[in-house]
């Protein structure tokens, strides 16, 4: 047979989540082997956007995985995405046809990796015809890994996941991250910060948007917003809110897709009380 007639050999047998599964405890364990030794530490979109070598090699990993056993299926990962909006415009169009879009970010708080902070974490989701059907988190610092399949719930460790019961927002955990661009999307986030600092128990800004998305879905946080995010950041929380009874959309109160930048994501009782103060404050980021 010809070099170029032979057909790769695929293992077919693992479902999606199981793919999944062992792509973020893989990622996972290499990442936290590697903790402490970033020999290439870059910048990206700013100077307090930063990239590795450990980046890098996380979602070659990742990538060479989902592609042994799903060869035709597509793959948006950051580090194959140049940084800033129009670059990710152009990256979603070029696989909207696709019908199954694996969606990684092989270390979410980056920053927090690079300083030893160990609040960071592996995210994959898998969107089929544009809506995310699983994600995937995985904390190495913890070993704690949240999985959520649409319509069939959402976990953590084996053991169901739902959402704070917090009523009002003086009740509420709330966390947020601070944006690196700072010219539209920091100062929005500042008058947010300042409008709902005071009508909350309190504020976290732990540094990786996808564990503060599996907290507010393990009830740990009741709500956190962000602005000018990326879908890599937030596919798989945005499942594991949904799917542990939580309510997940743009700062204006649209449905979540994958194209939304400005998420806010509650237990729902808080909800209209999240997105009516960030109006109020025109902190929507729009
Ligand atoms: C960042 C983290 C951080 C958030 C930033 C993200 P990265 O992702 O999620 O918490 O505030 O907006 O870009 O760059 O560490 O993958
Ligand atoms: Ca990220
Ligand atoms: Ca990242």
Redesign the pocket.
Known sequence: MNEKDKVPYVVTSKSHTAVAINCAAKAGEWIQSKLGTVKQLGTKSSAQ??VTEVDKGAEQMIRKLILTHFPDHAILG?EGVEPGPEALTKALEAVKDEPYVWII?P?????NYVHGFPF?SVSIALAYQGEVILGVIYDPSRDELFIAEKGKGAYVHGNPTAVSKDNDLSESLLAT????EHSFNLPNNMAGIQALLPKVRNLRG?????LHMAYVAAGRLSGYW?L???PW?IAAGALLIQESGGKVTDTKGRPYDLSVRNIAATNGKIHEGLLNTLSEAEATGY
């Open positions: 956007d930063l950051e970010d270390i979410d708080g980056t920053t960071y991250g601070f944006p690196t732990g540094g990786s948007a996808a962000e000018g995010l990326n950041d």
